[in-house]
């Protein structure tokens, strides 16, 4: 495997592992603070018709409750679209909270800190209760979520690099055995005492049989020092051939050889 993917799908797996913990963590911690108090802490209570004025946190959800079989009406005053009251009929949530001799008639919803003014018209008693939020839980499970996306995405990536990435293993290459023998690569020998130069050699392997095994036994050749080169001796020159004797004829006779120039002249 490629050492980038090894990398990638490493770093992939820590970010996952990690945003798991987080998420578990930030979300237990955050299930929590709200399992303690349901309903939240008493901020404030009173009759209406009222104006309350307060500090209000943007970390924190305040809930609105009115005496049971009251109608009372909540506004914010000066508020705008992000600090505002949000009844509970809009979700269809009144029941989702319960508190003894009240009704949960909505939230009130603000997004920037600070003092607020919050009317209330109507006849009846009127409690607000303040649920703080854990900032610290509610960052750990954000973070561990998008922690858990990031880490999917990098493993994908690592998964592409599994096939798009060579491993760059050096090639192997196969020598073919010949029936008498193989061949292994040059080695380095001796030192030429002449030249100074290594002496390079070649180590062969006969086929030499075991009769248990039947492999072949390695035969190493031990270098030999360079000889010197000795003097060509000088050609002798050839003796001439000697003329052959007239071979003389069985039976005791003997055969002259004619001359014309032995005839006596007239």
């Known amino acids: 495997?490629?050492?980038?993917?090894?990398?990638?799908?490493?770093?992939?797996?820590?970010?996952?592992?990690?945003?798991?913990?987080?998420?578990?963590?930030?979300?237990?911690?955050?299930?929590?603070?709200i399992a303690e108090n349901p309903e939240g802490i008493g901020k404030w209570n009173g009759t209406s018709p009222t104006t309350y004025s307060g500090e209000f946190n943007m970390m924190a959800q305040y809930y609105v409750f009115v005496e049971n079989g009251?109608?009372?009406?909540?506004?914010?005053?000066?508020?705008?679209a992000t600090n505002y009251f949000e009844s509970c009929e809009e979700w269809g949530d009144c029941d989702s909270?319960?508190?003894?001799?009240?009704d949960y008639v909505g939230d009130i919803v603000i997004?920037?800190?600070?003092?607020?003014?919050?009317?209330f018209s109507?006849?009846?008693?009127?409690?607000?209760?303040?649920?703080?939020?854990?900032?610290?839980?509610?960052?750990?499970?954000?973070?561990?979520?998008?922690?858990?996306?990031?880490?999917?995405?990098?493993l994908g990536l690592g998964v592409i690099f599994i096939f798009?990435?060579?491993?760059?293993?050096?090639?192997?290459?196969?020598?073919?055995?010949?029936?008498?023998?193989?061949?292994?690569?040059?080695?380095?020998?001796?030192?030429?005492?002449?030249?100074?130069?290594?002496?390079?050699?070649?180590?062969?392997?006969?086929?030499?049989?075991?009769?248990?095994?039947?492999?072949?036994?390695?035969?190493?050749?031990?270098p030999t020092p360079a000889q010197p080169v000795q003097p060509t001796q000088p050609v002798q020159p050839t003796q001439p051939v000697q003329p052959t004797q007239p071979v003389q004829p069985s039976g005791g006779f003997s055969q002259s050889v004619y001359n014309?120039?032995?005839e006596p002249k007239l």
């Open 164 to 222: 798009a990435l060579d491993d760059n293993k050096p090639q192997q290459i196969i020598m073919m055995q010949q029936p008498g023998a193989f061949v292994q690569p040059m080695q380095q020998g001796t030192i030429d005492p002449h030249t100074g130069q290594p002496i390079m050699h070649q180590a062969t392997y006969p086929q030499m049989g075991n009769a248990q095994t039947g492999m072949a036994q390695p035969v190493y050749n031990q």
């Open 97 to 102: 909270i319960t508190l003894s001799g009240y």
């Open 122 to 154: 109507g006849e009846g008693e009127v409690i607000i209760k303040e649920q703080e939020i854990n900032l610290g839980g509610l960052l750990a499970m954000a973070g561990g979520f998008y922690g858990i996306c990031c880490s999917v995405c990098v």
């Open 111 to 119: 997004s920037n800190g600070g003092t607020w003014d919050i009317e």
């Open 70 to 80: 009251s109608t009372v009406n909540v506004t914010v005053i000066d508020g705008n």
């Open 260 to 262: 014309s120039q032995d």
């Open 1 to 33: 495997m490629h050492i980038v993917t090894k990398i990638t799908l490493g770093i992939g797996g820590v970010i996952l592992l990690g945003s798991i913990i987080a998420m578990i963590v930030g979300g237990s911690s955050f299930a929590d603070d």
